[in-house]
């Protein structure tokens, strides 16, 4: 199989299965019990807690170990905002956040909290002018993803951290999609809070973490002892050790980064020359190196997936954990898109495994499929 559905989710890294099964195997102890195998767990927990912190660029004490992105996202928002002074209770999140992200705004919205919407341009990237005319003094937080799963487009972090911090708000930065891909460091970020997921840079799923920056006030969300008091529940040490291993392996994020945007930019112009009808969105704005997302005339995307699983190249229609309806992206619907148009996209996502034979191989085999399919759909749509 040739894998081009990295925004999705990656394999786990062998390394990252040894560091686990070691664990599993060894260091199953609870690590807050006081006998012997449960201090080793506990030190276990803290040196992954070390690696972790040095590999994103913040103190250990500013890292709470989550089940994922999604659960690190839901505590930064409620907390934060349960943290925040009576005054300040709206919230603002950008139009093109994560499916899962949008119904935790939805569901604050249904329970009389204030939510109001950050749009973006029809090249997708979010409209500052908009953003600041928005973010004032009742602005509790702003919650905002570093790049859109997507479009892959990336978000103007700092510009949107500077308005925030301006206003006496603080910053929530949902960088699932960024860490892993591209350089980060959490002390120069400009976030007051940020989520990850493992598994989208060759950890485990099942676990995350938020990174709050000291200092910032946070309600926990699940009562406990653990996670100083943050975040209640027995750590998932396998899952968390795995997650150093994985963060470990990164390496030189801006060759790897470079390597990987040559691979997309040779897929997009190939795809673009053998098959006219190619719309690439978002393809002259900053976006991760790995993401394209294309449509071919107005092709249905199921139609294109098809001819993809025949080839053995697994792609998506965006974002995983909601494709397979007939409803339109929301992400394209906010950049105004037309539906018709929309329901045609397909997302390509590169990751560190891509190979420039894998994409030659897509190069040679695709565009012979589609061809036939878009000569039709010229013929039926011919006045």
């Not at 690590?31 to 201090?39: I, R």
């Not at 460091?185 to 840079?201: I, M, T, W």
């Not at 973490?209 to 027995?234: D, K």
């Not at 997309?264 to 006219?276: F, I, Q, T, V």
């Amino acid at each position: 199989m040739i894998y081009l559905d990295h925004n999705a989710t990656t394999a786990p890294a062998p390394e990252v299965i040894a560091a686990m099964l070691a664990v599993l195997s060894n260091g199953w102890a609870n690590s807050s019990s006081q006998h012997a195998a449960g201090q080793e767990s506990k030190r276990t927990l803290a040196a992954a807690r070390a690696t972790v912190a040095r590999v994103l660029g913040c103190k250990p004490v500013e890292v709470i170990f989550t089940s994922g992105a999604t659960e690190a996202n839901h505590l930064a928002v409620r907390g934060l905002l349960a943290a925040a002074s009576p005054e300040r209770k709206r919230v603002l999140f950008s139009s093109v956040e994560h499916a899962g992200h949008l119904r935790l705004a939805r569901a604050l919205a249904a329970a009389g909290v204030a939510v109001d919407w950050l749009p973006v341009r029809p090249d997708g990237t979010l409209d500052l002018t908009a953003a600041q005319a928005l973010i004032g003094p009742n602005v509790a937080l702003v919650s905002l993803m570093a790049a859109n799963n997507e479009t892959g487009v990336l978000m103007p972090v700092a510009e949107v951290a500077a308005l925030t911090h301006a206003a006496g708000a603080v910053l929530h930065v949902d960088a699932t999609q960024f860490i892993g891909k591209l350089p980060f460091n959490f002390a120069s970020f400009g976030a007051d809070a940020v989520s990850l997921s493992a598994h989208k840079f060759q950890g485990p799923k099942g676990v995350g973490a938020l990174l709050l920056r000291q200092g910032v006030s946070l309600t926990p969300q699940t009562l406990g002892s653990q996670e100083r008091g943050r975040r209640g529940g027995t750590e998932n040490l396998p899952g968390i050790v795995g997650m150093a291993a994985a963060l470990d392996l990164l390496g030189n994020l801006g060759a790897q980064a470079a390597r990987i945007a040559g691979l997309r930019d040779a897929l997009e112009s190939g795809l673009k020359n053998a098959l006219p009808d190619t719309h690439v969105w978002c393809q002259n704005v900053p976006r991760l190196p790995g993401t394209t997302y294309v449509r071919f005339g107005q092709l249905s995307v199921d139609v294109v997936l098809q001819r993809l699983d025949r080839l053995g190249v697994a792609a998506s229609s965006g974002a995983a954990c909601s494709s397979g309806g007939s409803e339109p992206s929301h992400v394209l619907t906010a950049m105004g898109v037309p539906a018709d148009e929309a329901l045609a996209a397909v997302r390509f996502s590169l990751g560190s495994t891509t190979t420039a034979d894998e994409i030659a191989y897509l190069l040679q085999e695709l565009p012979p499929l589609l061809a036939p399919l878009l000569c039709e759909e010229e013929l039926l749509t011919a006045p």
